[in-house]
């Protein structure tokens, strides 16, 4: 007996369907197996009914074990796929979502660095502000300095000025007493000047008289 491996009859069987229709009835795969497993051998066709009765319920666990794994394997794909799907919706959302926030971060930066320039600008011109306030303040020193200096030399001059003032009272006072005694010695001059003229007068009347 003539013993057939599957692996050895499926191929050409396989090719021998396709030859007759896409999905042939289970009697018409039978008629085809027998008919090749009977060609070339001598076995009866009992035999080779059972030949083909076994080749076929191994095809039949062969073909569901196949049919399981690429079911389980579509399910597992079909599963990446929908895990892959759900995977590359998170990225577009979190994209979009990454996008606007780059674009509010470009926005604020803007504000901010508009924020910066004035700022600065503000700065700049305070410190100018500052330096003028700060140069006048150092004329206004150098003013108060130069003025308290005059101050002090003023009140100098004052003091010469009263003492000079006070001993001009005093030699004031002094010509004023000398000027009373020349009048007084003026007066009495004057007088006796005056008695003796009246005397002069008085002595020819009284020779006359006698």
């Avoid at 083909?52 to 073909?63: A, I, M, R, S």
């Avoid at 990454?98 to 470009?106: D, G, I, P, S, V």
């Avoid at 930066?109 to 410190?127: F, H, N, T």
């Amino acid at each position: 007996m003539c013993s057939i491996s599957p692996k050895q009859v499926t191929p050409d069987l396989l090719k021998g369907q396709q030859e007759l229709s896409v999905d042939p009835p289970e009697d018409a795969a039978k008629h085809l197996l027998f008919t090749f497993l009977k060609d070339g051998t001598a076995d009866d066709d009992s035999t080779t009914q059972k030949k083909v009765t076994v080749l076929l319920e191994t095809v039949k666990k062969d073909y569901a074990a196949e049919v399981k794994f690429l079911q389980q394997k579509q399910a597992a794909l079909e599963k990446e796929v929908s895990g892959l799907k759900q995977r590359l919706e998170t990225e577009i959302k979190n994209e979009k979502t990454l996008a606007k926030a780059c674009e509010k971060a470009r926005t604020e930066k803007k504000k901010l660095q508009d924020e910066l320039a004035r700022s600065q600008g503000e700065l700049y011109k305070l410190s100018d502000r500052l330096a003028e306030i700060e140069a006048a303040l150092q004329s206004t020193k150098q003013e108060l300095t130069q003025m308290k200096a005059e101050r002090e030399r003023s009140k100098t001059e004052m003091k010469d000025l009263q003492q000079q003032l006070s001993e001009m009272h005093d030699e004031l006072d002094h010509a004023k007493k000398l000027e009373v005694t020349d009048t007084d010695k003026d007066v009495l001059l004057e007088v006796n000047q005056s008695a003796r003229l009246h005397s002069s007068c008085a002595a020819p009347r009284l020779e006359a008289v006698t």
